[in-house]
């Protein structure tokens, strides 16, 4: 497909367990860009891409989350020992760098037991 | 710290009215502004972009326009219908610290009866 893809669509998991979430940007987009929406508020950044380095973590709420990525392309963000508070939903986007706009994916929505 | 300010947070008004949303951002050192609409349970869509160096941006019944030096813009919808019903997010780029992240308002809950 054209766009950005995200996978899985829903998430359920247990308080403890560690999740992969992953994102499939546009083809040659060079920046990655992910997000989370918890409900109720407003959209958070929290890390971003330039090729497979990631010049900006400071979203990331805490040593529990951490992303990568490889070949330029996909990316997974894993949250380790999930908590309650991590449920929301964890948008991807992807762009061509020096301010072109971003394009999100459906999002991943995960649920903490 | 960039921070963006939409105004107002919910709108209803009867299909075919012109309508205008309003977003503000506190730091005009930015790449460029984006407007989005998010649907229930749904990604975001991106309406329009607008670079620094720019004034306006239109796509079909939307006009967007941008002043930066006042940390001002709006998104104006003309005869709106029942299908443009959603959540209108405001983001801008905040061009800080080699960082390219968007900042995003809190959105325009916009309901359209018909």
């Known amino acids: 497909g054209a766009g950005v893809s995200q996978s899985p669509s829903n998430k359920v998991t247990e308080k403890g367990k560690d999740v992969e979430l992953r994102c499939d940007p546009i083809?040659?987009?060079?920046?990655l860009y992910w997000y989370r929406q918890r409900l109720g508020q407003g959209l958070e950044f929290l890390i971003y891409f330039q090729g497979n380095s990631a010049p900006d973590k400071s979203g990331l709420p805490s040593d529990r989350f951490s992303a990568e990525r490889t070949g330029e392309s996909v990316s997974t963000l894993t949250i380790q020992r999930t908590q309650q508070e991590d449920s929301a939903v964890y948008l991807c986007?992807?762009?061509?760098?020096?301010?072109?706009?971003?394009?999100f994916g459906p999002g991943t929505r995960l649920t903490v037991l | 710290k960039q921070e963006v300010t939409q105004i107002p947070a919910a709108l209803s008004v009867p299909e075919g009215e012109n309508l205008v949303l309003n977003c503000s951002f506190t730091?005009?050192?930015?790449?460029?502004l984006q407007w989005f609409r998010q649907d229930p349970g749904k990604g975001l869509t991106s309406l329009l972009l607008i670079q620094s160096s720019q004034r306006e941006q239109t796509s079909g019944r939307l006009n967007a326009s941008l002043d930066k030096s006042s940390g001002r813009s709006t998104l104006y919808i003309a005869a709106s219908q029942p299908g443009d019903s959603a959540t209108y997010l405001c983001?801008?780029?905040?061009?800080?610290?080699?960082?390219?992240?968007?900042?995003f308002g809190k959105g325009t809950k916009l309901t359209v009866n018909p």
């Open positions: 083809s040659g987009h060079t920046a």
């Open positions: 983001a801008v780029d905040t061009a800080q610290g080699g960082s390219e992240k968007l900042v």
């Open positions: 986007a992807s762009s061509f760098s020096g301010g072109a706009g971003q394009f």
């Open positions: 730091d005009s050192a930015i790449y460029n």
